[in-house]
């Protein structure tokens, strides 16, 4: 630890703040965390925090959710300006356009978009659970799923579902093409490649898993493999080397570089993260109707994502 991070630490004690990270976050953010984790893991854990101060190192939607599943809470985000293209591809008047030109329809939105967008959308999802999500969903309603068409192609072929999808992406995960994935395979052919669902059908296709932040963890640690080839954001490997420190991860490249990095997750440095503890600020404030309109699908997330079978549910 150096000297910045034991501030972080003496702070978060003196002012009862619990810090929560994504695991794309820099290594320095992710070691003074209390809880590290992928979208799904971080809203279970903003719900149940007692902190008085939830500081949140992710982008805006994710500090957006923790205020939304816990609104009594102080959240704070390092910078506020750390959106998500997916997030910007989904414009809140534009859906509520579609739902009025299609009326019923059933809308499965990944947590990747705006507090607006949750509130016009019947149940949220995240990579952890979006297969299980729309196996939920009453079998005689249509669904549109917004806004990544690379995670909704996927659900598609994993559940056999058609849904209409939005057509958003993640810039960072479609720069892996399926050329630069076969070079790196060549290079090390008995190194399982482990992708995420943001990544186009031609990559995913090379994959020997494809899965949420938090499951990569889970399948390398299971595997005996001692190489992986990892096709997502860059501070993912962060945690996977600290997790298990016996194995060697390689970054997936793109066609450009080896350097995945999300331009709005790296907006938040250490010294961010500091002074947003120090100086309780910027902090993040809602609506309160449009904080009660968006807890509802993804309260439902949270239920649905908790109970075990899986079985068609109305709303
Ligand atoms: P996870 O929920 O799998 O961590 O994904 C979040 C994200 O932003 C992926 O780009
Ligand atoms: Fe959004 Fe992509 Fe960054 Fe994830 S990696 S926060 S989906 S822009």
Redesign the pocket.
Same mark, same amino acid.
């Given at each position: 630890m150096n000297a910045l991070q034991e501030e972080i630490l003496a702070l978060k004690k003196s002012k009862n703040a619990v810090i929560l990270a994504?695991n794309?976050q820099v290594r320095e953010i992710q070691e003074v965390a209390d809880y590290v984790g992928d979208s799904l893991g971080l809203a279970y854990q903003a719900q149940a925090s007692r902190a008085e101060i939830i500081l949140f190192c /992710?982008?805006h939607?994710m500090a957006e959710t923790a205020k939304i599943v816990n609104p009594g809470k102080k959240v704070l985000l390092p910078d506020l300006n750390a /959106?998500?293209?997916?997030?910007e591809s989904c414009d809140a008047a534009e859906l509520a356009a579609y739902k009025e030109r299609h009326p019923g329809i059933y809308v499965v939105a990944y947590i990747?978009c705006t507090a607006e967008v949750k509130a016009l959308s019947d149940v949220i999802c995240t990579s952890g659970n979006a297969e299980r999500m729309v196996q939920h969903v009453p079998a005689d309603r249509e669904i549109l799923f917004v806004p990544?068409q690379n995670l909704g192609e996927w659900v598609m072929e994993k559940t056999g579902r058609k849904m209409r999808l939005w057509q958003g992406n993640?810039?960072?995960?479609i720069e892996f093409t399926h050329e630069s994935i076969l070079r790196i395979r060549r290079e090390y052919p008995n190194a399982p490649l482990v992708a995420h669902p943001?990544c186009t059908r031609p990559v995913r296709l090379l994959a020997d898993e494809v899965c949420s932040t938090e499951k990569m963890v889970h399948y390398c640690r299971d595997n005996p493999a001692k190489e992986f080839i990892i096709a997502?954001?860059s501070g993912m490997l962060h945690r996977l080397r600290r997790e298990l420190p016996d194995k060697i991860f390689i970054p997936g490249p793109t066609e450009k570089c080896a350097c995945a990095d999300?331009?709005?997750?790296k907006m938040n440095t250490l010294e961010k993260v500091h002074e947003a503890l120090r100086d309780e600020t910027p902090e993040l404030f809602m609506a309160q109707d449009l904080r009660e309109k968006a807890f509802i699908p993804l309260q439902r997330m949270l239920d649905w994502s908790r109970d075990t079978p899986v079985v068609a549910q109305a709303k």
């Open positions: 994504h794309y /992710g982008v939607f /959106g998500c293209s997916l997030a990747n990544d993640c810039y960072i995960h943001e997502t954001e999300c331009r709005y997750m």
